[in-house]
């Protein structure tokens, strides 16, 4: 059925869509360079499990589903013209099984392109904007489909009964052309005219695909290829001694990596992103699909500007900084790095990345941030901490008990180096915690031993607001430490220091075996050398902390170790594991005042109160003290405690009456 005619249109069709890939492309590098292709087996198996198999994606079921059958609507359909083009032929009975699965997936198609022109169109979530765009894609799938479908019933009117055929659809229209008492010979016409309809929007379909929302088939792709197998916590390192770097972070779209710029056209505007926002949840500026969305028109326009500029031999024109102009600046900062967003994209779009590489250009070039984070700054830089609390009061959290400082004990051989932290050491609510797990660590016999003055901050905080100078001295400090003392394993009770021992030392050269408290003692009750033999009769709810879970991954140790507590009713939130919602301190805001929006750690409390809690357990210092401010604002007291695991193992083992922590100023 096809013509010489064809033939040209076709060419004409993959001239444009390769035309449209090409420049696309050609926008991704004006970005800098950027190593995403080490480990490749395990980049296309990623691909086949996320992309073709869609398991990400049908996290969220209604869209996740809808997408998959839209997908192999198309794809298998695809698959089987291929194949039988090949030379062998198929037996009747598969034959007909092929037709009546062909058949079952088109309508399927049809159907749930149906129905995401209802959700769409009609219940319209509001994580979805519509645009012109949105409709022709749909419009063109339909489109496609139902003229096959009306073709195969022309062609099973014409030719009659055809053993081979076992088409529902087909057959059903095709009967329904019988009843018009055409004549063949206009049928033929007619299947003709359909024919060529079909192929005319399967062609302007492909070319239109570079230039529109379909692109995603292209990039969305690449972009699960090309994701970062590097641990989740990990971010970029940056070369502080680079002689030729103009500047450092990123104030242009030109300063992003390619791959960056890639995940820009990744996006689909699902707003899966958005949904699991804490900044957006509460009312604050920051939706990171609008930060992606945004990103990605200002690349289009300021690419374009760039390669005609390379072309043409001239000076790019320079344009105001991103954060102001593109990207708001409340926007920015309202940002908790809890990651949740990166979790539930589906195509594996980096938007922490991003925002933490804008905030590493204000803070290291313009000295643009939060001016509560000035306080913190220079605690960080005089002693260590970010209240600027002195050294020398470190470790008085010790002063009622025998805990070996490092440097003053003779033997240096010991299994673990309990790391404090700087929240455990000077927050009077948190100190609790540390004196808990050194009670547990000597009732183990553990040899362990704490810096005291010698701990400074591992660095977290600095880094996450985008002050990558700051990070590296602390932990460079920190590093000629642990190598002098010849430390080998890290035991810390706080996931932020979890993540940046395990995960972003490395990048400075050190390396050691780092565990956190939760699984510390999951394996010490699951060997047998932790009993706990005092029933605590309390419901309770576990918060997963962001670093501990989302980054790191550790969601089962702690819930272990909490059904291990006799007596325990253990109760889930509404939102747990990895839609855990965050507690608000993340990303500098241990240190800053909300005030945009409801405050995030109100409403993480709200959440958990669905579960119908007497006490709330976490395992991070960071969620202690959001809890237990949050609980002060809402004057629950009374009737509802926060506690870090560590503590309701200490209650277990020792079955000391526990008193409510007393009402005293918490860190934050």
Not at 537 to 544: E, G, T
Not at 572 to 599: N, P, V, Y
Not at 605 to 626: G, R, S
């Amino acid at each position: 059925m096809i013509k010489a005619f064809d033939i040209f249109f076709i060419l004409l069709a993959f001239a444009i869509f390769s035309w449209g890939i090409y420049r696309r492309a050609r926008l991704w590098s004006i970005g800098k360079e950027e190593n995403r292709s080490s480990n490749m087996w395990a980049r296309i198996k990623s691909f086949l499990v996320e992309g073709i198999i869609h398991r990400r994606i049908l996290k969220d079921p209604y869209p996740g589903t809808i997408h998959l059958f839209i997908f192999l609507g198309f794809l298998v359909p695809l698959i089987i013209i291929i194949l039988t083009q090949l030379t062998f032929t198929l037996s009747v009975l598969l034959a007909r099984l092929v037709s009546v699965g062909l058949d079952t997936i088109g309508l399927a198609a049809v159907a749930f392109i149906l129905l995401a022109m209802y959700r769409r169109y009609i219940s319209r979530p509001s994580r979805l904007d519509n645009k012109a765009d949105d409709f022709i894609s749909l419009a063109l799938f339909i489109l496609i489909l139902l003229t096959g479908f009306t073709l195969e019933g022309l062609r099973l009117s014409v030719i009659g009964k055809d053993s081979h055929a076992w088409a529902p659809a087909g057959q059903a229209l095709a009967a329904f052309f019988n009843l018009t008492g055409l004549a063949g010979h206009t049928k033929s016409v007619l299947a003709m005219v359909v024919f060529r309809i079909h192929l005319f929007l399967v062609l302007a379909t492909i070319a239109y695909i570079p230039y529109s929302k379909l692109f995603h088939i292209i990039s969305s792709s690449m972009n699960m290829i090309h994701r970062s197998l590097e641990p989740k916590g990990v971010l970029s390192h940056m070369d502080l001694e680079d002689e030729e770097a103009e500047s450092f972070g990123v104030a242009k779209i030109e300063e992003f990596t390619w791959k960056q710029l890639m995940d820009l056209d990744a996006c689909t505007r699902c707003g899966r992103c958005q949904d699991h926002c804490p900044a957006h949840l509460t009312e604050k500026p920051l939706s990171p699909k609008k930060v992606i969305t945004d990103l990605k028109e200002h690349l289009h326009t300021r690419g374009a500007q760039i390669l005609e500029a390379k072309a043409k031999k001239k000076e790019v024109e320079e344009v105001p900084s991103l954060v102001g102009s593109t990207i708001e600046e409340d926007a920015l900062w309202t940002c908790t790095t809890c990651r949740s967003c990166m979790e539930h994209c589906p195509v594996f779009i980096e938007h922490v990345d991003k925002i933490i590489d804008m905030r590493r250009y204000q803070v290291l070039m313009e000295s643009k941030f939060p001016e509560e984070l000035t306080q913190a700054f220079k605690g960080l830089e005089t002693n260590s901490n970010p209240w600027g609390l002195g050294f020398n009061t470190r470790a008085d959290w010790i002063s009622e008990l025998d805990v070996p400082i490092l440097s003053e004990i003779e033997d240096k051989e010991i299994d673990y180096l309990f790391f404090v932290g700087c929240i455990r050491s000077y927050d009077d609510r948190n100190k609790k915690v540390a004196i808990a797990m050194a009670r547990i660590l000597k009732h183990l016999g553990t040899k362990f031993a704490i810096l005291g003055m010698e701990e400074g901050c591992c660095g977290d905080p600095a880094r996450r607001v985008g002050n990558e100078y700051l990070y590296q001295i602390l932990a460079q400090t920190n590093i000629e430490t642990f190598n002098r003392f010849k430390i080998k394993r890290i035991l810390t009770t706080c996931p932020h220091c979890y993540n940046t021992f395990k995960n972003e030392y490395p990048q400075l050269g050190f390396n050691c075996t780092v565990i956190h408290s939760a699984v510390f003692l999951q394996e010490n009750i699951r060997n047998g050398r932790l009993t706990l033999e005092h029933s605590i009769p309390k419901r309770i709810a576990y918060h997963d902390p962001c670093y501990l879970g989302r980054y790191s991954g550790i969601y089962e140790p702690p819930r272990k170790v909490l059904k291990s507590i006799p007596s325990l009713d253990i109760r889930e939130m509404k939102h747990s594991r990895i839609d855990a919602l965050c507690c608000g301190a993340g990303g500098g805001w241990m240190w800053m005042d909300e005030k945009i929006g409801k405050r995030i750690n109100i409403h993480r409390l709200e959440d958990t109160l669905t579960a119908d809690p007497e006490w709330i357990a976490t395992a991070c210092p960071f969620c202690v003290t959001m809890f237990d401010d949050a609980i002060k604002d809402k004057s629950l007291e009374e009737k509802l405690k926060i506690w870090d695991i560590v503590e309701l193992v200490e209650m277990a083992i020792f079955g000391a009456e526990k008193k409510p922590a007393p009402s005293v100023e918490s860190a934050k």
